[in-house]
């Protein structure tokens, strides 16, 4: 890989420098053993956001946060991570290296309704009007930090929906947007996964920083 990325070997090999070097892996399972050894031994500490347990023998070098990106009941924290406190990850600001890690598996059990809908539950548009509502004002709120951030304002008059645009535009101008709804609870599931994951991963990747991703594949 660092044939082919020539970036990625003296990103590695940062804390040789003498700064202290903190990455961030968010997902549906925590970094493996072999990714967490090859890290610290460079010298690298380390923040884990999962559902699943850390591997055990790292406790003083990898915080863990147990929270997992596809229940909504954790939403709010996912939110919280992008605001400009950090929420529950207030340092660092930023980080030099973002790793998402989502997977799925077809004997994974279906979701219960809590976990579709949350604190949220059902009112007198519908449940799905509820939930679609949240979600819409955690995209806002994410997005108007995000375009304060890049924009360089810290003026309460930036532009949230200039931010949602930001978010949503792709780099050919063209394409299908942002589409409908996802039929089925378990691949809702899955996709929220993903999107709260990249969400962090992104609003908390520092500038020049590289972000890696694995994915299966489908939801």
Not at 69 to 88: E, K, L, N, T, Y
Not at 186 to 211: E, I, P
Request: proline share 7%; hydrophobic share 35%.
């Amino acid at each position: 890989f660092a044939k082919v990325e020539s970036s990625w070997r003296p990103l590695l090999t940062t804390p040789r420098s003498g700064s202290t070097a903190v990455f961030l892996h968010v997902g549906t399972d925590p970094p493996t053993a072999a990714l967490c050894e090859l890290l610290t031994k460079l010298g690298w500490f380390g923040v884990s956001i999962s559902p699943k347990p850390m591997v055990e023998g790292y406790d003083d070098l990898i915080e863990h946060h147990a929270l997992d990106p596809a229940h909504d009941r954790d939403r709010d924290s996912f939110v919280g991570m992008c605001r400009p406190d950090g929420g529950c990850i207030p340092k660092p600001s930023q980080f030099l290296l973002t790793f998402v890690n989502v997977t799925a598996s077809p004997d994974d059990e279906e979701p219960d309704s809590d976990e579709e809908l949350g604190a949220f539950g059902a009112n007198e548009s519908g449940p799905a009007s509820a939930f679609a509502n949240a979600w819409e004002q955690s995209i806002d709120e994410a997005c108007e930090f995000g375009y304060k951030r890049e924009s360089g304002s810290s003026s309460s008059s930036a532009s949230p929906k200039a931010g949602k645009q930001m978010a949503v535009q792709c780099s050919t101008a063209s394409g299908y947007g942002c589409l409908g709804i996802t039929r089925y609870a378990s691949v809702r599931k899955r996709l929220r996964g993903l999107y709260c994951s990249l969400l962090v991963a992104l609003n908390r990747l520092k500038q020049d920083g590289a972000m890696v991703l694995m994915w299966p594949g489908l939801p």
